[in-house]
């Protein structure tokens, strides 16, 4: 089988913009770089579209290449590599090496869909979910929620990290099948709550909640994330490009949260939502 590897160099902040074009466009996986992305589709899908919708964005230059099924598959697991995070080492299973003493092996395979675990916003919400853990007592009862789990990476190292009770959810049905791989690649199958769906099919009563995903679904989901947490719950966000976080902090305030704490990085921001305040 070919594939056709678009190369696109695109400006600061059009990174989501041009990936979500791209998966429905009907490209089958995505790698991102520093100021580019490479998207493959499969050969029977019509890409003149996607041509023709790229050259029409100001500041965005693309090649277009074909490969075959090996060179693909070899260029896509090439970016896939060890890295060590909050007290993890987080490594694909096709190339695993020995924590160091006090860290915790997390396999992943990031499917073919979805990125390494490495982007700066999932290493924010790690920072802020290690933090947490290591400050608070009673972890071991403590219920979390990974909403929109993608691979399960925060899901397993909130395990991990000794959270009792974790549950993630995720609309997207090709999230929830890598999910469940990752959770039998770290023998957690059973110990990890993963369901279709949001935050409806959730349930309630939970310390925390982690929601790395798109400002239009946080701003949407923030009144049913604060309605899911316990009294002094926490939510954890990102996926912000900087710029957009204080809407997201307003509809927070509006539902009774307050900003606790904030990181950004490389453009994106993370932060940490609550307690709930009291209402008067």
């Known amino acids: 089988m070919k594939w056709r590897e678009f190369t696109?160099?695109?400006?600061?902040?059009?990174?989501?913009?041009?990936?979500?074009?791209?998966?429905?466009?009907?490209?089958?996986?995505?790698?991102?770089?520093?100021?580019?992305?490479?998207?493959?589709?499969?050969e029977s899908v019509p890409v003149q579209g996607v041509v023709d919708s790229l050259s029409?964005?100001?500041?965005?230059?693309?090649?277009?290449?074909?490969?075959?099924?090996?060179?693909?598959?070899?260029?896509?697991?090439?970016?896939?590599?060890?890295?060590?995070?909050s007290g993890l080492l987080i490594c694909p299973p096709w190339?695993?090496?020995?924590?160091?003493?006090?860290?915790?092996?997390?396999?992943?395979?990031?499917?073919?869909?979805?990125?390494?675990?490495?982007?700066?916003?999932?290493m924010m919400v790690l920072g802020m979910l290690h933090d947490w853990a290591q400050g608070r007592d009673g972890l071991a009862e403590a219920r979390l929620l990974d909403l929109g789990t993608g691979t399960g990476i925060l899901a397993i190292a909130a395990h991990m990290y000794g959270v009792g009770d974790v549950t993630a959810v995720d609309n997207v049905v090709p999230a929830i099948e890598t999910a469940g791989r990752n959770l039998s690649l770290n023998g957690l199958v059973g110990s990890i709550k993963m369901l279709p769906g949001s935050i409806g099919e959730a349930g309630k009563g939970y310390d925390i909640i982690l929601a790395n995903i798109f400002q239009e679904v946080l701003l949407d989901l923030m009144p049913d994330m604060v309605a899911a947490l316990k009294p002094g719950g926490v939510v954890i966000v990102s996926g912000l490009l900087e710029g957009q976080e204080d809407a997201v902090f307003a509809a927070a305030e509006k539902a009774g949260l307050r900003l606790a704490s904030k990181k950004s990085d490389c453009g994106w921001v993370s932060a940490s939502l609550g307690p709930l305040v009291a209402k008067q």
């Open 8 to 42: 696109v160099w695109f400006p600061e902040g059009f990174r989501e913009s041009i990936t979500g074009m791209l998966f429905d466009a009907g490209c089958i996986g995505t790698q991102d770089e520093d100021g580019l992305v490479r998207a493959y589709f499969d």
């Open 56 to 85: 029409g964005i100001q500041g965005v230059t693309f090649e277009v290449s074909d490969m075959d099924d090996q060179d693909w598959y070899a260029s896509w697991k090439e970016q896939f590599g060890p890295m060590r995070a």
């Open 95 to 122: 190339n695993v090496v020995d924590p160091a003493p006090g860290e915790k092996l997390l396999m992943l395979d990031p499917g073919q869909a979805f990125g390494a675990g490495d982007h700066v916003t999932t």
